[in-house]
């Protein structure tokens, strides 16, 4: 079992909530810094997940940047959703009114694993001087301490497994808010669409555009970067949303990608019986050649597709909408045989092949 004594800073709420005591505040970086480092994983036995690294979690890479950006790190508290730790006593002085000693029996943390590694990680370096230099003192973090009794109230378990199943935030959300998604919606009702800014449970109709498809649609179509589109789907609303949604794409571009990417998925899931193999997987590099197709039909670029062009581009795609996917495969089945020779290919590596962008 872990025995600390937690300097807090600043004012605190404590509370006693049906069997459990509850203390509310907040502690300087460094000291949960300090905490990691004189006990390590043995805080974390409760926690639901190991540490996820700084490679490759977006998240985790964040929580860094922010505190080593000196114009940021003020604002940590505020960013961060806190630490959640559960403890079976703790005590402090209740006649002092602000920063608190808090003495800590039984001490794990529930929830917060990663911002308390990540925070480590940054803090704690062999080269960091930092710490030493005094540049974290007003960087604060909340901290929600439980004192869970062994024989009343909620288990510990219960607990832990609520405060982490509780539905996360998708980055599609987030970004609903973006000025330039409001403007797309407006502009597609102009054209008869419906664009989904907002996740929904219900299956979008075919004048409903989901924010999801679009950028799946876009980046395969305009950005003519298809693995990224069907692989690194949990990127489109992070590093590569502004790749997608830049400030010059037009709702008439958003629906027309759509449209050809409709169809090329629509070929995926229900491919005709003479299909080659490829069909499987070749949806969103089809749909970026049958955007090739497109524009070379109408004598334009993706730049002049705006609310005055749109109807073309849309009839188009409706007469020649099959004709330009037929077209798509059979440029695919000829990038293919120059790849690998003629040779037949398994479904595996049709699936790595395009998976890669071979």
Avoid at 212 to 239: I, N, Y
């Amino acid at each position: 079992p872990v025995k600390e004594v937690i300097q807090f800073a600043g004012k605190a709420l404590v509370e006693d909530i049906q069997f459990v005591r509850v203390f509310i505040g907040k502690i300087a970086v460094t000291e949960l810094a300090r905490l990691m480092e004189a006990h390590g994983d043995r805080l974390l036995d409760r926690n639901i997940r190991r540490y996820l690294g700084l490679r490759g979690n977006r998240v985790n890479q964040a929580i860094r940047e922010t505190l080593e950006t000196p114009s940021e790190r003020p604002n940590f508290f505020v960013y961060n959703n806190g630490v959640t730790l559960i403890c079976e006593r703790f005590d402090f002085n209740s006649l002092q009114t602000e920063n608190h000693k808090v003495r800590i029996e039984g001490l794990q943390i529930i929830n917060g694993g990663q911002t308390s590694k990540t925070v480590h990680a940054t803090l704690f370096p062999p080269q960091s001087s930092l710490l030493s230099q005094g540049e974290f003192e007003t960087t604060h973090v909340l901290v929600r301490l439980y004192q869970v009794p062994k024989d009343a109230g909620p288990s510990i378990q219960t607990i832990t497994y609520a405060i982490n199943s509780q539905n996360p935030v998708d980055l599609k959300d987030l970004r609903s808010r973006d000025p330039l998604q409001k403007k797309l919606e407006l502009s597609m009702k102009d054209l008869g669409y419906e664009y989904r800014r907002q996740r929904s449970e219900k299956a979008p109709t075919p004048k409903e555009i989901s924010v999801g498809t679009a950028a799946e649609a876009v980046l395969s179509v305009w950005r003519k970067r298809p693995q990224q589109a069907k692989f690194r789907g949990g990127e489109h609303f992070g590093k590569l949303y502004g790749d997608i949604f830049t400030s010059e794409l037009t709702a008439a571009q958003v629906v027309t990608a759509v449209l050809l990417f409709r169809i090329a998925e629509n070929k995926r899931k229900r491919p005709p019986a003479d299909a080659p193999d490829l069909v499987r997987y070749a949806s969103c590099f089809a749909a970026m050649l049958m955007g090739q197709s497109l524009l070379q039909d109408l004598g334009t670029s993706v730049e002049k597709i705006d609310h005055r062009t749109f109807d073309a581009a849309r009839e188009r795609i409706e007469k020649k909408g099959d004709a330009y996917f037929d077209s798509a495969i059979g440029t695919l089945q000829v990038a293919l045989s120059k790849l690998y020779g003629g040779q037949s290919l398994s479904l595996q590596r049709l699936s790595a092949t395009f998976r890669r962008g071979d």
